[in-house]
């Protein structure tokens, strides 16, 4: 599988938009290596722009 990256095309869509059955490559891309966690609806994305209620996550490394 090759590595995705975010680039510069992406929107800042909110992930907490996407519904439930979407394979959106763009969804993808923003939920790749996530770091932040919504409050709101528990999805998780790589930046705090692409969610409704962002928390960063504790590493749990």
């Known amino acids: 599988m ?3 990256k975010q680039s510069k095309e992406t929107s800042t869509r909110k992930i907490c ?3 439930p059955d979407s394979d959106s490559e763009e969804l993808k891309i923003i939920a790749n290596n996530p770091s932040y966690v919504c409050m709101a609806c528990g999805r998780s994305a790589a930046g705090s722009e692409h ?3 962002p928390e960063k996550m504790a590493s749990a490394w």
Do not use: G, I, P
């Open 17 to 19: 938009n996407f519904s």
């Open 51 to 53: 969610l409704c209620k």
């Open 2 to 4: 090759s590595e995705r």
